[in-house]
């Protein structure tokens, strides 16, 4: 059965930096796209950063050149690396398994999601 397992979150200063992993399994991740969303509280949950099966990556624009998406298929890892953060970056964060190779932003599993709070 697929199997996404988060990591990394905790309590940061605001200009922090975070690091988050995503342990996949039970499907092959090499074909599937990625993605990391947020959900802040009562707030909808988002698409922060994606990644398709072949590397190529979006960003929502309030993280555009702080954070960074990566994947390593030989580990079956997806990364999302966060830096300069701001406390409305705070929210639980998700790892998603995208439907297709490419990010279309319709995930079909999701992980139990960790957070992240930032603090002023």
């Known amino acids: 059965q697929v199997q996404l397992v988060e990591s990394g979150g905790g309590l940061v200063q605001a200009g922090g930096s975070l690091r988050l992993s995503c342990a996949a399994s039970?499907?092959?991740?090499?074909?599937?796209?990625m993605g990391w969303y947020r959900q802040a509280p009562g707030k909808e949950r988002e698409l922060v950063a994606a990644?398709?099966?072949?590397?190529?990556?979006l960003y929502t624009g309030s993280v555009k050149g702080r954070f960074t998406i990566s994947r390593d298929n030989a580990k079956n890892t997806v990364l999302l690396q966060m830096n300069s953060l701001k406390p409305e970056d705070t929210a639980v964060y998700y790892c998603?398994?995208?439907?297709?190779?490419?990010?279309?932003?319709?995930?079909?599993?999701w992980g139990q999601g960790t957070q992240v709070t930032v603090s002023s």
């Open positions: 039970g499907f092959t991740f090499g074909s599937y796209a």
């Open positions: 998603a398994k995208d439907r297709t190779r490419g990010h279309t932003g319709q995930a079909d599993y």
């Open positions: 990644i398709s099966s072949g590397g190529s990556t």
